[in-house]
């Protein structure tokens, strides 16, 4: 029960500092998702290196994970750039709403790529918090902030993608922290010609920003990390949804922001479909066993 207990704590602090990312990201002002997307991964992958070489851990990689470590950089790459654009123009609430889509694209992907049987109850669940979103999207012509809800949203599908490749890497015996440098080290060398020809000038504040965001990101995946170490996921994940109140919070706090009726009804369709998920799978689990 004391692991159980670790494992909330860490992942409500990882609901936070990812709270923390966004609103920082937002603070940013108008710089291009892909500079910030750069100093976002910049630090983790600074942090990353230096766990890594702190256990003595290899920087190499056995050639059959390659793949999968590319599939989850690409992946991860496209859906921070997509999230980073939907927190520069949504409410932060409804940006980290859609992004939280992830792991229920996480189910599907997990059918398709790594064969895993997705049962009836599931796949109805995953269509109830698919049919919630659109509650934020709102997908009308005369929606203005259309492009970037369907970014958001895409975000989340990546992110769904990128999770479904680590669960693969997990599998394979792969260790999270060089899961971490990979994928940030990868980000930014894919975004550093972006960076390099289309670079905005930053005043010091906006960098002291950025390396917040930077900071708060590397504290989100290491609390996320080590929550999933103490506890599966079967007892804590439901936990991460926190990040919705969080955002909400700071969004208020910070910029005033309000997110309308027809979210809110969206919120808490998907926070519903997660919590009938979390019972399900745990139900499920302990079925099995």
């Known amino acids: 029960m004391r692991k159980k207990y670790k494992g909330i ?7 936070f500092c990812f709270a923390l990312m966004n609103m ?9 998702s892909v500079q910030k997307s750069f100093f976002r991964n910049f630090v ?12 003595g851990s290899s920087f190499r990689c056995r050639k059959e994970s390659l793949k999968y470590l590319v599939f989850r950089a690409v992946f991860g790459t496209v859906g ?3 999230n980073f654009y939907a927190v520069d123009h949504l409410v932060l ?6 992004n939280k889509m992830s792991p229920f694209f996480a189910v599907l992907f997990s059918f398709v790529i790594l064969k895993e049987r997705v049962t009836l109850p599931q796949a109805l669940i995953v269509t109830g918090a698919f049919l919630g979103s ?6 009308t012509f005369a929606n203005m902030d259309l492009i970037p809800s369907l970014l958001g949203l895409a975000g989340g599908i990546f992110a769904g993608a990128a999770y479904t490749m680590v669960r693969k890497l997990g599998m394979m015996g792969v260790k999270g922290p060089f899961i971490v440098f990979f994928f940030s080290a990868f980000s930014c060398l894919v ?5 390099v020809f289309d670079y905005h000038s930053m005043s010091i504040a906006q960098l002291m920003i950025l390396l917040l965001a930077g900071l708060s990101a590397a504290g989100g995946q290491f609390s996320i990390t080590a929550a999933y170490c103490y506890a599966p996921a079967k007892e804590i994940s439901v936990y991460d949804y926190s990040q919705i109140i969080f955002s909400a919070g700071l969004g208020f706090l910070v910029f005033g922001q309000i997110p309308d009726g027809l979210s809110w009804l969206g919120y808490g369709i998907i926070c519903t479909m997660a919590v009938v998920m979390f019972v399900y799978n745990r139900e499920r689990e302990n079925g099995n066993t």
């Not at 704590?9 to 609901?15: E, F, H, M, N, P």
């Not at 983790?44 to 256990?55: K, N, Q, S, W, Y």
């Open 80 to 82: 921070i750039l997509c």
């Open 191 to 195: 975004t550093l010609p972006w960076l």
């Open 9 to 15: 704590l860490y992942i409500v602090i990882s609901a």
């Open 24 to 32: 920082f990201v937002h603070m940013a002002g108008d710089l291009p």
């Open 93 to 98: 609430a409804d940006a980290s709403m859609l």
């Open 44 to 55: 983790a992958a600074i942090f990353a290196c230096i766990l890594l070489v702190r256990d």
């Open 134 to 139: 659109l509650f934020v999207v709102k997908p």
